[in-house]
């Protein structure tokens, strides 16, 4: 069988025994295709650990399938594809655990990575994901890893030619770069303004704000006391923006008071991680549904809401007057005559306001971007940034920067 066809087995295979998705990697270590529904922020989680790094680096010099250990118990497997005696491919699967573990331990293992910073909202979001992953013995992992290995080149292996590399450190602060905090401001102003905005398709932005920092930096021997003080940062700040948003200072002080009060009275790491993305969530949709303009008929407040929860893929107006049950011709008209945009018009409009969040929280390209938003060039979508906001890509995120 071809290398494409032993993978697709192989991924059944594995599949059989819980949720281990693959990932598969180009020799420069951009992600091409996985078959996990969490592939943007699991693959983070890849990199944020250092597990990437590492393997690629490993590849340098070996083709030797190896195992990559996080200090928070996350394991991946990795094994290598050659073409024409060059690197090819990468092949990963996973995240899984070798034992159960407790949150505790998991926590421990957190305060280990001194170099790293996080959002809390990524951290509670890659906890409660935590709770879903499965657990892979040793003896089960070392078979699945000779059985990759074998897909990709025949090579018969045993286990002792496995390589390994267990609780990957990260740099020491002293030893660490700056962090860019225009990035990292930009990567917040992101995560607020999904809030202003009601966006519910909030995930991307959550994502991108990997690198963000923690917050407050309290030097503390009281782990679950800093976290404490994070949240209840984060809290406030989600509170003014849903403020800013349009909802009532009071229904927005007395949510964040109540989310604060729960943080404060927190006993365990478990019961506090809960909170940032309930809160985060609560307060999106509160502002959604008070933005939601009751002079729309339900029809076309069905037709902005779908337009709004996909702008990556090809929206259509005959897909939506399929799904309020009018003619295309109807739909459009009305559309038109309750919002003051044309269909397409709107679409667009909607497209740029997604932009300048990714703009605004991530390193991607403008044409990464244009691409993912369905712009068929950078030029059409650099002309109607322009149209939109009176700068081009390029200089709106330098203004953002600067």
């Not at 293992?109 to 657990?135: C, N, Q």
């Not at 007057?321 to 008209?333: F, K, L, N, P, Q």
Request: charged residues 20%; negative net charge; contains cysteine.
């Amino acid at each position: 069988m071809e290398v494409s066809q032993n993978i697709a087995l192989f991924r059944e295979l594995v599949r059989c025994a819980g949720d281990i998705f693959t990932w598969c990697y180009d020799a420069q270590g951009n992600l091409l295709e996985s078959n996990c529904p969490e592939e943007e922020f699991l693959s983070s989680v890849f990199s944020v650990f250092g597990c990437r790094d590492h393997m690629m680096a490993h590849w340098q010099h070996s083709t030797v399938p190896l195992t990559l250990g996080s200090g928070i118990g996350l394991v991946w497997s990795a094994a290598f594809e050659q073409r024409d005696g060059q690197p090819c491919r990468a092949w990963v699967f996973g995240p899984f655990f070798y034992t159960d573990v407790s949150m505790k331990s998991i926590e421990n293992g957190f305060r280990s990575y001194s170099g790293l910073e996080v959002s809390v909202a990524w951290k509670s979001h890659l906890i409660d994901l935590m709770y879903k992953i499965p657990t892979v013995p040793h003896l089960v992992n070392t078979q699945y890893l000779l059985m990759l290995h074998y897909c990709l080149t025949g090579e018969h292996l045993v286990p002792s030619d496995l390589g390994s590399v267990s609780a990957i450190p990260l740099p020491q602060p002293d030893a660490a770069p700056q962090h860019d905090r225009h990035k990292v401001w930009g990567a917040e102003q992101a995560l607020l303004q999904m809030v202003r905005n009601g966006d519910l398709d909030y995930q991307k932005a959550l994502n991108a704000s990997v690198m963000l920092s923690n917050g407050v930096q309290v030097q503390t021997r009281d782990p679950l006391g800093q976290s404490k003080i994070s949240v209840i940062v984060f809290c406030s700040l989600v509170c003014r923006a849903a403020i800013e948003g349009g909802l009532s200072p009071e229904e927005a002080y007395s949510l964040g008071d109540a989310y604060i009060q729960n943080a404060e009275g927190s006993r365990s790491m478990d019961d506090l991680n809960a909170i940032p993305m309930k809160m985060y969530d609560d307060f999106i949709h509160r502002v959604h549904n008070c933005r939601t303009n009751p002079k729309l008929s339900v029809a076309v407040q069905k037709c902005v809401d779908y337009i709004e929860m996909h702008l990556t893929e090809r929206i259509r107006a005959a897909d939506l007057a399929a799904m309020v049950g009018y003619s295309e011709y109807y739909i459009t008209r009305k559309f038109r005559e309750e919002t003051g945009y044309s269909f397409s018009d709107y679409v667009i409009f909607a497209k740029i306001e997604r932009a300048k969040v990714l703009l605004r929280s991530s390193d991607r390209s403008v044409q990464e971007i244009a691409a993912e938003l369905g712009f068929a060039t950078r030029s059409h979508f650099s002309r109607n940034f322009h149209k939109v906001t009176g700068k081009t890509p390029a200089q709106f995120r330098a203004g953002v920067q600067g």
